[in-house]
């Protein structure tokens, strides 16, 4: 838009800088909410940490190494490392476990190998016995009774010490079975504990799961990781490989303009490192709560928005400046907000200037922007209004629009 300034020359500055004006003009009027943002990808790949962290009970692991952000990978290319040292003494700890779990095994094994055979051995002579026992009562029935009677209670002690020992084989063997379920309990756990381990340290080299450009993530208070940073057992992301054909500026809008901004509204954007490109975009959300930014009293929405346009020169983390259109009016009459007066914040008006003099002219105002107005009625395209109050502003009596003929 550009204003078209007229000067009348006088004897003096003061009445040349009062007779400034400019023509009212008709065209398109938009209404812009101007915010900065912070270009992000609308989708990204995260680049995790080893998932296991918490079940080897490690809470928080220092990153040694991570390669320059901003870095192109491949699938499988090196990112970074995370610090072993207490990795490396849970598995030499897992590993002794392990050594000892394996002979105790062992050792209960052969102790109910042993055992189990003995008895079977006492089962044996048992049976021996009781055979004995029962040819003695045969050779003995032409004993006197006294001695028969001897022999029939030997056969009786001898069936019941069998049937008692191949009880007590019954309950060894149940007692080997659960002393043999536990010591594989045991083993099969710090088997399972080290082989956790073994694997859980493979990811402490973290490699890229696909292709694309590598961008740290940021840390509670707002600064990227780094070598040096930590990543958590809740959260182990270090990194995310963006989709750099599509971008996002994520922005915020103050409580004041939010209401004038909605989702689909188009954005004339621009950036900070390339300020000859003219970009253009569209909002796709808007926050339905406010926050409280750091160091900021004022309550803003977050609004994210689109962009429409892509090349290679475009990163993540560049500054955009974004022109919100949340209103526009094709042939609309408009003037400057400088133009424009009030009286008792109900009378508006303006210094009308003509061949025959100044006048001073209620007005209808609508929409507004930064810098112009609307204007609705009391004015036609090419009327010229001055910018600045006359000297002789208070002799003038305004006309009112209810006063103009019809």
């Not at 008709?26 to 943002?37: I, P, S």
């Not at 055979?131 to 209670?153: G, W």
């Not at 300020?275 to 409280?292: F, H, Q, S």
């Not at 508006?348 to 200037?353: F, G, L, N, P």
């Amino acid at each position: 838009m550009v204003l078209i300034l007229f000067y009348v020359f006088s004897g003096s500055k003061s009445e040349e800088s009062a007779a400034v004006s400019v023509q009212v003009e008709r065209g398109l009027f938009e209404v812009l909410v101007y915010t900065t943002g912070e270009l992000e990808a609308k989708n990204s790949v995260d680049i995790k940490g080893p998932s296991g962290l918490r079940s080897a009970g490690i809470w928080r692991v220092r990153i040694t190494d991570l390669i320059p952000e901003g870095t192109r990978v491949k699938k499988g290319d090196y990112i970074a490392a995370l610090d072993k040292s207490e990795l490396s003494d849970k598995i030499s700890n897992a590993v002794s476990n392990l050594t000892k779990s394996e002979s105790q095994y062992t050792q209960t094994k052969i102790d109910t190998t042993l055992d189990l055979r003995a008895v079977r051995e006492e089962i044996i002579n048992l049976g021996y016995d009781l055979q004995e026992n029962q040819i003695t009562l045969n050779q003995s029935q032409y004993e006197p009774p006294a001695l028969i009677r001897q022999a029939e209670i030997n056969l009786e002690k001898a069936v019941r010490a069998l049937g008692e020992k191949k009880e007590s084989y019954t309950i060894k063997i149940r007692q080997a079975q659960a002393k043999m379920q536990e010591a594989a309990a045991n083993l099969g756990k710090d088997v399972r504990q080290h082989e956790m381990l073994t694997k859980l340290a493979e990811g402490f080299n973290i490699m890229a799961p696909e292709d694309g450009m590598v961008i740290y993530e940021r840390e509670w208070n707002g600064k990227k990781k780094t070598t040096g940073s930590e990543v958590g057992a809740w959260d182990p992301t270090v990194a995310t490989l963006p989709d750099l054909s599509k971008m996002i500026s994520k922005t915020y809008v103050n409580e004041v303009d939010i209401r004038k901004i909605r989702v689909e509204q188009k954005v004339n954007m621009s950036l900070d490192a390339f300020p000859d490109k003219k970009l253009t975009g569209v909002i796709i959300e808007v926050a339905n709560v406010g926050e409280n930014l750091p160091n900021t009293d004022s309550k803003v929405f977050e609004v994210r928005i689109e962009m429409n346009e892509m090349d290679s020169t475009i990163r993540p983390g560049m500054t955009t400046g974004n022109n919100i259109i949340a209103n526009s009016k094709e042939d609309a009459l408009f003037i400057p907000l400088e133009a424009v007066h009030n009286q008792k914040d109900t009378l508006i008006y303006v210094y009308k200037k003509s061949r025959w003099g100044l006048s001073k002219k209620e007005i209808k105002i609508g929409e507004r922007n930064d810098n112009h107005v609307i204007v609705m009625s009391g004015l036609e395209e090419g009327d010229e209004v001055l910018l600045s109050t006359p000297e002789e502003s208070e002799d003038m009596t305004i006309d009112l629009l209810s006063e103009l003929p019809l």
